[in-house]
Nanobody, 126 residues
Framework: QLQLVESGGGLVQPGGSLRLSCAASVPTLDYYIISWLRQAPGKEREGVSCISTGSGYTENADSVKGRFTISRDNAKNTVFLQVNNLKPEDTGVYYC???????????????????WGQGTQVTVST
C-alpha cells in the first residue's frame, strides 16, 4: 500500500517561493504517475502539476505555468513541487496523489487518484 507524506508548506508573502515535498513509502516510484493538487477554502480540488513515469513528462495547469515546477528524485522516492512567484490565489491545501501505472504522459487537471497524502497548507499573504 503506497503512502504519501507531504511537507514544505507554510506562510509566505506574495512573490515568495516554497519547495513542497512528497515522500513515498514504496521502494520505487517508477510505476506511479504522481500529481500535485490543491484545494482553496470553499472551492473544489484542482490539479496543478503532474509527472509521468519513464521519460518523466510533466504538465502544469495554465494557472501555474511558468511558476510551478514538478520533479522527482527516484533515488529518494520523493516528488517535489517548486512554487515560485506565489500569489494570494495560490493559497490552499496542497495534496500529493498517485495512480499506479506506466504512461508516456499525464494530465495536470486530473483529480481522480488511488492514493493521497494528508496535505500541506500553503498560505500566501502579507
Amino acid at each position: 500500500q503506497l503512502q504519501l507524506v507531504e511537507s514544505g508548506g507554510g506562510l509566505v508573502q506574495p512573490g515568495g517561493s516554497l519547495r513542497l515535498s512528497c515522500a513515498a513509502s514504496v521502494p520505487t516510484l517508477d510505476y506511479y504517475i504522481i500529481s500535485w493538487l490543491r484545494q482553496a477554502p470553499g472551492k473544489e480540488r484542482e490539479g496543478v502539476s503532474c509527472i509521468s513515469t519513464g521519460s518523466g513528462y510533466t504538465e502544469n495547469a495554465d494557472s501555474v505555468k511558468g511558476r510551478f515546477t514538478i520533479s522527482r528524485d527516484n533515488a529518494k522516492n520523493t516528488v517535489f513541487l517548486q512554487v515560485n512567484n506565489l500569489k494570494p490565489e495560490d493559497t490552499g491545501v496542497y495534496y500529493c496523489a498517485a495512480v499506479r501505472g506506466t504512461a508516456s504522459r499525464c494530465y495536470a487537471r486530473r483529480v481522480i487518484y488511488d492514493y493521497w497524502g494528508q496535505g500541506t497548507q500553503v498560505t500566501v499573504s502579507t
